[in-house]
């Protein structure tokens, strides 16, 4: 039975601050399985309530596990609040990264990255792009007995962006080593942050100077190439379109390149991942998928898939938003109060840290019926998706949250009519508080043969 402890006179809620400079942050972030919240947030919430005080990450911090202040923290973004990450990861994603950005800088750097997706997310040919590279990771699962799904699929998705950020092929040198770059990178994002030689996250700082190189390059070469092919209108990637953008200076084109990139990579390939875990999970799901699939594939007859195909799709959204609600991909989000904010009877004094739990509000009993359970169908309640923020939400909701759902619908398209997979007993999903499997997810494949032998 939980014990409401009052908040102080100060007005401020319940809470523990933990040890002297280290605060409790070593409890936060202790891994836990992703489809949990935890033992830390479980006791303090079972202890304190959904809304308690605590010193984490180097700062006084109000944590809500509410879904009522966490939708109201993300909602008064720019008003009451703002985004406050650690220096470290400023360091690391860079100081224009849309993540860090206030005010109109972050406003104009948002409409250029929502533009890319809008423009692509319907295009023929992103749709197109994705189904190549699904047939061609498909084929070179057969005659294999077992694969590391997570590595596949960051290639995967990693190859995604690449084709549609520069009109980049799979095999490309250059995009071989913007892989092994980003994988140092993306050690480093979620590793102790010391700077210091030799250490991981030094290696990922310098990984990600390599990688703005890079981009800088390859926006010069094209911006040459554009100024000899002056009145040619085509554009094959959006790195050909942003470089002749005058309102963006040339670092502000390299952020926008690296976090659609990041966002496209990160995001998109550990949805991937945890779909094809709980879909091996769940067999009456993954045969309803399945047919689902097999029926759409029959209705084309060949032809490729479209953005109105998606949009028709009815149980594969189910699955991919049920994934969200239980994989829980993204934990939380870092936000500071910029004044002080009277909520429900507590304050939040200006200049603390607020961090809103996104997975708390995903796996709360009292929104959700036997939430740690994997059931697509509850999606069938159209009431459902208000209580499930996956993606943040007011002025920086994941402004690509509708592309990788596409990306990922067009692998599953292939992938449940191409094989059969199981997991291995023990290689569950881990929230560290990034997300990670214990073996890599590890799947044991059996190729099947489509019906009609086509493809």
Not at 108 to 133: T, Y
Not at 325 to 335: A, E, I, P, Q
Not at 362 to 389: A, C, E, M, T, Y
């Amino acid at each position: 039975m939980k014990r409401n402890e009052a908040a102080g006179a100060d007005n401020l809620p319940g809470g523990s601050m933990g040890w002297p400079i280290l605060g409790e942050t070593i409890g936060y972030l202790k891994p836990h399985k992703s489809n949990t919240i935890g033992t830390f947030l479980e006791q303090h919430c079972w202890r304190y309530g959904k809304v308690f005080k605590s010193h984490v990450f180097g700062s006084p911090t109000i944590i809500s596990c509410s879904l009522e202040l966490s939708t109201f923290v993300l909602q008064n973004e720019g008003r009451l609040f703002e985004s406050s990450y650690p220096k470290p990861v400023k360091n690391i994603v860079g100081h224009r990264s849309l993540m860090i950005v206030h005010g109109e800088l972050h406003k104009k750097l948002r409409s250029v990255e929502v533009d890319f997706i809008n423009s692509f997310k319907s295009s023929r040919h992103f749709a197109g792009h994705i189904q190549n590279l699904s047939s061609s990771l498909m084929e070179s699962w057969k005659g294999k007995q077992q694969i590391h799904l997570f590595q596949e699929a960051k290639a995967f998705s990693f190859n995604v962006m690449l084709k549609c950020l520069f009109d980049m092929a799979p095999g490309d040198p250059l995009a071989i080593k913007l892989f092994q770059d980003f994988l140092t990178f993306m050690e480093g994002f979620v590793s102790l942050p010391l700077n210091l030689p030799g250490t991981t996250f030094a290696k990922a700082m310098k990984a990600r100077r390599r990688v703005a190189s890079t981009f800088k390059d390859i926006l010069n070469e094209k911006g040459k190439r554009k100024s000899e092919e002056w009145g040619n209108d085509n554009e094959d990637s959006f790195a050909d379109s942003i470089v002749g953008n005058d309102c963006l200076k040339e670092e502000e084109k390299v952020s926008v390149l690296f976090d659609l990139l990041l966002a496209g990579y990160e995001t998109t390939s550990g949805l991937i991942a945890l779909t094809a875990y709980f879909l091996a999970q769940t067999p009456l799901a993954l045969q309803q998928l399945k047919e689902e699939h097999q029926a759409l594939r029959r209705r084309k007859n060949g032809e490729a898939l479209t953005w109105e195909d998606y949009k028709q799709m009815q149980f594969t959204p189910m699955v991919i938003n049920e994934t969200l609600r239980c994989g829980n991909l993204v934990k939380f989000v870092h936000r500071k109060a910029i004044k002080d904010v009277e909520f429900k009877g507590y304050r939040i004094p200006a200049g603390w840290k607020v961090l809103p739990i996104l997975s708390a509000v995903n796996l709360d009993p009292s929104l959700h019926k036997n939430p740690h359970q994997f059931n697509p169908w509850r999606w069938n309640d159209p009431g459902v998706s208000k209580n499930v923020i996956p993606f943040g939400g007011g002025i920086r909701i994941c402004p690509g949250a509708e592309i990788g759902k596409l990306e990922v619908s067009i692998l599953l398209h292939y992938l449940v009519q191409s094989f059969r997979w199981e997991t291995k007993k023990d290689d569950h999903p881990f929230s560290y508080p990034y997300l990670a499997f214990k073996r890599g997810l590890v799947l044991d494949i059996e190729h099947i043969q489509l019906e009609g032998n086509d493809n």
